[in-house]
């Protein structure tokens, strides 16, 4: 409603807090409903602005889908915020002003924004609005139309129309009695003003609002939605009683009898927007209005959409760029003077005018078919082009009404007998349904109370989502963007099914098992296989021994989590023994409680009674066992780990415990994490009990997001995804068998399990989980100075990395341990973890040793330590980190007083001298170590030689290979005792040679019969430089620099985005190396990898055939190819096989095999040097893990 003669302009700005204290002053008693929203509304938003500013500035969390499956074109996504001058009521329709927290607006802005950070990194954002002009500032009031003031007519248990003399609500008469005079009403709606009108009761008696035959919801008396007539009312400020009759017209004296005083004006009101989308012209006979606070106001809309912000990756520019936009909704003076904050402009979006969806959607069109240039609609030269997408095109709109404005600025106006906002609805339908035929979706969110389902779901329809959600709150929106989100990164675009991740041991020996995960990307479920190995030529046996998925019981597993406030925390995954917490989590699913927790505890265990095919609620699954991706299965057996030769009671006591027979005849095992939430033991033999699961355990840690994997429009989360660790530790009075595990991308959380008798595991041998927290309430850590600063909880991230189970050479066990990445503070830790209880023994922080002088957060990879001197205890730990760093941990002495280094040892870096933060090249990979050539050689014996690769691949934009991507590197590190200051200090190698390779033997016709003269996969041949690690190396002289390592530049032609995310090998005088390259399409999944084997001390060409080239069986001096007419041995391959880890070794005295799974389901066998093909020199050390 809008008084027809006042038209002045007033800014009022106003708080959220003066909002709450107009609301409360003017209102008096509200209903609890609404004081009951006010207060929910109030809350949830104090918890998202505290997380709106101390949220640090980050990586990307690591992609929740599996990166080798997911193209890195990312879906482009268009919100569309209906920012009419309705959006300034509360999702009841009681006007609330334009910042109020409770408006539709304010929590509408507060959800989006959310969504940037939450989708950060994931996808393509922009935001649309309708278009405005004519915007003036104005004052806001609640009326209500239709009011009667006698009691009798207060019918609050029954929903009646709005045309009915009965009242469904009331609220207090701000002029009356407290608690005998309210005003009864069924229907309100905002009132503009160009003045602050206070409190107001008006009558008149022409008007009308009773239903009748061609106005069935009233609020008609036969006027015309555009031109009138307007009835005249007599407006009061004050007004008493009971009384609902009318007044004698202009008659003082009866006015006041009626209870009517302080007359205001006489005026007619002419219908808003907002009204005539209501379909209401009368206002009845007697209506008021209170003062709310200030707003924008436009009677019309221009009848088109505007583009606030272009789409662009959703980066923390992105997102910036969005929430200023949306954070700054206050009506303004001339000039504009926005009270400037973080995230307040004076560009904010401003809520004023109709609705014009057909228009909007139309603009939405001409936006992604690249035909919008309208300055007008918000174009501008930046606007294009649109992202990468792979046809993954997106529309959201987010709407609190139906259409009522066509692409003319002009009100839709329904003919007589015709439901309101037929026409317009029809119209903004035909307009997503063009927008579908331009290739782009269109969902409908209807953010309000009582909005109708059918006219929003006909354009959700025509959009081709078949219908729209429904939200009237901040949970409630939230789950509904969340879901279509969701639904959106869900939806496939050209992903490989299935997908293999080698999953063993690295090295085999003779009558040894291959084991082998693979899942299904459509259901994300998994399977596990073991296969036999034929000593002889390598091959695997055909069928499977077993596979594990389809031994899992329904019922009857051992199934074990951890309870952080128990003493001993280890407890059975059952509901009765979890902690409120943990039943909160697993009873509330999308933001509710749903009271399903011991229901979805069931589904967890393996129950599928509930699941939608058997007519509950829950996600079906064809297998049980998750996806297994990134986790590492670890083969647990009765492994001698040379303990025995420790001193007293410690190494006899060792002695005896690895001659027993319950050592020696233990059940081996497969310990490897899934996707379902679980860490699972599965039984490793040959035996008819091969591959049935012992146990599992689910960490505490992923219990927020347990409810999820329930879910039928389930979208894929890493859970228990990252690597683990296992060996035998000493408690100071027996010996155990420990497996260290990591949550990976699934979490910020490090626990470890005794497994010594994994037959008899029980709730026991639940040691304790990490989270950066005291592992226990209850345990104690005095012993080792627990501090605050040793539990900082901003310091682990995401443990990618694999935690080492050794002995330090004070005698303590520990678990080593990176803190992962995207941890709050950023830095790159190292965590020495007490191996019985977790307790932090000490924490070396590299941060204020860390040179680097970057922005950008850091994280430590995973370590590797090692025993220089034989006492099998470790003494040296080697580890990369984001930032390219290199360190060297110095861990011999006593535990809990080592140095944090004050420099790194190496800086990984694309050129020499100082290195820009643009040129460091992140070390993600475990590094490996190997002796450095013996006696007589030019290396003597001394020190130890480092290897690793650099690059990432675990942030979801690390699978798109742009135009100029980084150079990554293979290094080859000789560690003397002193660090490598600069690149210029190590020999370089280069790639000479990529493609397919002509045979050697081809040119003097001595291949094997049946030989191709070519490769039949691409090649790579690799320069064979001297290094000059002492000037009488072989080709170097007196004068020639002298070296201190390696370096080889995965770079042929061109950067293909190679690099190496795996730990390399050294076997045979040989180092090997898995790299990984992107798909150059960024709409094709997954990529390839190249194999390549190096001579381990000069990061060249092999002196000896690294491969079985020509395919005889035998790997000798016939493995060569010709290139540039000249004889050389191969360095790499590419098995076209997809994406490669680790290989997995099984040695001869002949050959080696080299088993390699892809992550296109196929599996090689490739034959190389085996033990007898290299006089590399051999040194007594240790590596342990």
């Known amino acids: 409603m809008q008084i027809v003669t006042h038209c002045l302009c007033w800014r009022f700005i106003m708080s959220k807090l003066i909002c709450q204290e107009l609301m409360t002053s003017v209102y008096g008693v509200i209903e609890i409903k609404l004081g009951y929203l006010w207060h929910k509304v109030r809350t949830e938003f104090s918890s998202y602005i505290m997380m709106l500013f101390l949220s640090p500035c980050v990586y990307a969390d690591p992609s929740q889908i599996p990166l080798s499956i997911n193209p890195a074109g990312q879906p482009n996504i268009l919100v569309i915020l209906d920012n009419s001058n309705t959006m300034d009521e509360d999702s009841d329709g009681v006007a609330q002003g334009s910042n109020c927290p409770s408006s539709k607006s304010e929590i509408a802005r507060a959800v989006i924004e959310n969504m940037t950070s939450s989708y ?77 009108q206070g409190v107001g009761f008006c009558y008149s008696p022409t008007a009308n609002a009773a239903a009748s035959i061609n106005y069935p919801n009233g609020f008609n008396n036969g006027e015309n939605l555009l031109t009138g007539p307007w009835d005249s009312y007599r407006c009061f400020k004050k007004k008493i009683g009971s009384s609902d009759q009318l007044p004698i017209w202009q008659n003082l004296v009866s006015e006041t009898t009626q209870g009517y005083s302080l007359f205001n004006y006489q005026n007619g009101f002419l219908p808003s927007p907002i009204n005539i989308a209501d379909g209401i012209v009368d206002f009845g006979k007697q209506q008021s209005w209170r003062f709310v606070g200030s707003a924008y106001y436009a009677s019309t809309s221009p009848g088109h959409g505007y583009l606030q912000t272009p789409m662009a990756a959703l980066t923390l520019a992105q997102s910036n760029a969005i929430g200023n936009l949306l954070a700054c909704n206050v009506p303004q003076t001339t000039p504009a003077t926005c009270i400037q904050n973080a995230q307040c402009t004076n560009m904010g979006i401003k809520n004023a005018g109709n609705t014009p969806t057909q228009g909007t959607l139309k603009t939405a069109n001409d936006y992604f078919s690249g035909i919008l240039n309208d300055p007008f609609q918000g174009y501008l030269m930046s606007t294009y082009p649109l992202p990468v997408s792979c046809g993954n095109n997106v529309v959201i709109l987010v709407t609190d009404g139906l259409p009522d404005t066509d692409m003319n600025g002009n009100i839709v106006v329904d003919p007589i007998g015709v439901p309101t906002g037929t026409t317009a609805t029809n119209a903004a339908a035909i307009s997503a349904s063009n927008l579908l035929n331009s290739g782009v979706k269109t969902y409908v969110v209807g953010f309000g109370s009582g909005i109708k389902a059918p006219p929003l779901n006909a354009i959700a329809n025509a959009g081709g989502t078949v219908s729209s959600y429904f939200a009237s709150d901040y949970p409630t929106l939230a789950n509904a963007l969340d879901s279509i989100f969701h639904v959106i990164l869900s939806t496939p675009n050209s992903v490989t099914t299935l997908a293999a991740s080698a999953s063993n041991e690295t090295q085999l020996n003779a009558g040894t098992l291959f084991y082998q995960a693979k899942y299904n990307a459509v259901d994300w479920s998994g399977q596990l296989f073991a296969s036999n190995v034929n000593a002889n030529t390598g091959t695997l046996t055909i069928p499977s021994l077993w596979e594990a998925s389809s031994l899992l019981p329904i019922i009857g597993r051992h199934i074990y989590s951890y309870n952080p406030s128990m003493t001993s925390g280890g407890i059975s995954f059952l509901w009765s023994n979890l902690t409120i917490t943990q039943q909160t989590y697993l009873n509330t699913f999308a933001g509710f409680n749903d009271g399903k927790g011991a229901d979805r505890l069931a589904w967890l265990s393996g129950d599928q009674s509930q699941e939608q095919l058997q007519g509950g609620v829950f996600r079906n699954r064809t297998n049980v066992l998750g996806d297994i991706v990134n986790s590492n299965s670890v083969y647990v057996g009765s492994k001698d780990y040379g303990y025995g030769v420790l001193l007293g009671a410690e190494g006899s006591s060792y002695n005896t415990y690895i001659n027993s027979s319950a050592y020696i005849n233990r059940t081996a095992m497969l310990y490897v994490g899934a996707n379902d939430g679980m860490l699972h033991g599965f039984d490793a033999s040959s035996n008819s009990t091969g591959g049935q699961e012992l146990f599992a355990y689910v960490p505490n840690a992923l219990y927020p997001k347990l409810s999820h994997l329930t879910s039928p429009n389930y979208v894929h989360e890493f859970y228990v995804d990252g690597l683990s660790g296992v060996g035998d530790v000493y408690d100071g009075s027996a010996w155990h068998t420990l ?153 011999s002495g006593s535990a809990g007083s080592y140095l944090i280094p004050n420099a790194p ?96 033997c081809s040119s003097s016709n001595t291949c094997p019969t049946g030989t191709p003269t070519t490769t039949s996969q691409s090649i790579a041949v690799v320069s064979k430089n001297a290094v000059c690690y002492a000037q009488s190396s072989a080709g170097c002289t007196a004068t020639s620099p002298l070296k201190k390592g390696w370096v080889l530049d995965l770079y042929y032609s061109s950067a293909q985005g190679e690099r190496i995310v795996s730990a390399p090998l050294v076997s045979n005088g040989l180092v090997v190396f898995s790299t990984l390259i992107p798909s150059a399409n960024p709409c094709a999944a997954g990529g390839t990898s190249n194999l390549i084997e190096l001579g381990a001390f000069n990061g060249g060409q092999s002196s000896i055939a690294p491969f079985d080239i020509n395919g005889d069986g035998v790997v000798n001096s016939q493995d060569q190819v010709l290139v540039n007419g000249v004889s050389q041995f191969v360095s790499g391959i590419n098995l076209a096989i997809g994406i490669i880890n680790t290989p997995t070794l099984m040695a001869s005295t002949t050959v080696n095999y080299n088993y390699i799974s892809g992550s296109m389901g196929a599996m090689a066998i490739v034959t190389g040097a085996g033990v007898g093909s290299s006089g590399a020199a051999k040194r007594s050390w240790h590596q342990l893990k």
């Open 905 to 1000: 040892f190496f800086v990984a870096c694309t050129t020499s001298g100082s290195c820009a933060s643009a040129n460091r090249q992140a070390i993600t990979a475990k590094p490996n170590v190997g002796p450095a050539g013996g006696v007589g050689t030019d290396q003597n014996e001394v020190g130890w030689m480092i290897y690793f690769g650099t690059g990432q691949y675990f942030e979801p934009s690390d699978n798109m290979i742009g135009s100029n991507a980084q150079v990554q590197s293979l290094y080859g590190l000789w560690d003397q005792g002193t660090v490598i200051t600069d690149r210029t200090l190590l020999q370089t190698q280069t790639i000479t040679y990529e493609g397919l390779g002509t045979l050697a």
């Open 120 to 196: 950060a990194g994931e996808i393509n954002m922009g935001l649309m609005t309708y278009q405005l002009s004519s915007v003036s500032n104005m004052f806001i009031h609640n009326s209500e139309y239709d009011v009667s003031y006698n009691p009798a007519n207060y019918s609050p248990l029954t929903t009646n129309s709005r045309a009915s003399p009965l009242k469904s609500y009331r609220i207090q008469n701000p002029t009356g009695l407290l608690g005998v005079d309210y005003i009864y009403y069924n229907f309100n709606s905002p009132y503009y003003d160009a003045q602050n």
């Open 739 to 891: 497996l260290a595990g990591a949550s990976g991308a699934g979490g910020k959380a490090l626990f470890a399990l005794d497994v010594t008798t994994p037959n008899n595991f029980s709730a026991s041998q639940v040691l304790w989980e990490f989270t950066s927290i005291a592992p226990s309430l209850a345990t104690d850590c005095s012993a080792w100075g627990a501090t605050s600063a040793n539990y900082d909880i901003n310091d682990l991230g995401y443990t990618l990395g694999q935690p080492s189970v050794v002995r330090l050479q004070d005698g303590h066990w520990v678990i080593l341990a990176a803190n992962g990445y995207n941890s709050a503070n950023g830095h790159a830790v190292l965590f020495i973890l007490d191996a019985k209880s977790g307790c932090v023994i000490q924490k070396l922080d590299t941060f204020n040793a860390d040179i680097s002088g970057l922005a950008t957060v850091n994280g430590l990879s995973s370590p590797i330590a090692i025993d220089t001197n034989n006492d099998l205890s470790v003494d040296t730990v080697y580890a990369g980190d984001l930032h390219g760093n290199f360190w060297k941990f110095d861990v």
